[in-house]
C-alpha cells in the first residue's frame, strides 16, 4: 500500500438510522484490505444522541464542537478540538453532541467493524 492523502470527497457521506449523524469510512476493510484499522469522519448536528456499544475499539478526535460521553459507570467525559475519547471495546455508553460537531473515528481491529456495520444496517 502506498501512502495516501484522502479527502472526505474520497467517500461518501451515510445517515446514521434516523438521526441527524452522518459517517464518511474513508479507510476501510472493504476499500483498503490491507489496513490495520478503519478510519472516517462523522458530523452531528447539536442535541443528537446515540446510545454506543462496540465490539472494536474506537478512539473518536473532535475537530470542530464539542461530544459527551457517559459510560456505563456513569462517569461523563466532554472533548472539544484537540481532543479524543477511547471507547474500548465491548462497553456501553450514551453520547450526545454539545452543539454541531465533526470528528474523525478510528476502530480497530477493522473486520470486527465491518462486520458490526454490517449487522446494524441488516436490524
Known amino acids: 500500500m502506498n501512502v495516501q492523502k484522502i479527502t472526505t470527497a474520497d467517500g461518501s457521506w451515510t445517515a446514521v438510522g ?23 469522519f462523522a458530523r452531528l448536528d447539536k442535541g443528537e444522541s446515540m446510545d454506543i456499544s462496540f465490539p472494536y475499539d474506537e478512539v473518536l478526535i473532535v475537530t470542530k464542537g464539542s461530544y459527551t460521553v457517559r459510560t456505563a459507570g456513569g462517569e461523563t467525559l466532554t472533548a472539544g478540538p ?24 478510528v476502530a480497530n481491529p477493522p473486520e470486527v467493524y465491518a462486520e458490526h456495520v454490517a449487522a446494524s444496517a441488516g436490524a
Open 82 to 105: 484537540g481532543e479524543a475519547i477511547y471507547l474500548p471495546g465491548g462497553t456501553s455508553n450514551a453520547s450526545w453532541a454539545e452543539e454541531d460537531t465533526e470528528m474523525v473515528y
Open 18 to 40: 434516523d438521526h441527524r449523524i452522518y459517517v464518511n469510512d474513508l479507510i476501510d476493510a472493504a476499500s483498503r484490505p490491507d489496513a490495520k484499522m478503519t478510519v472516517g
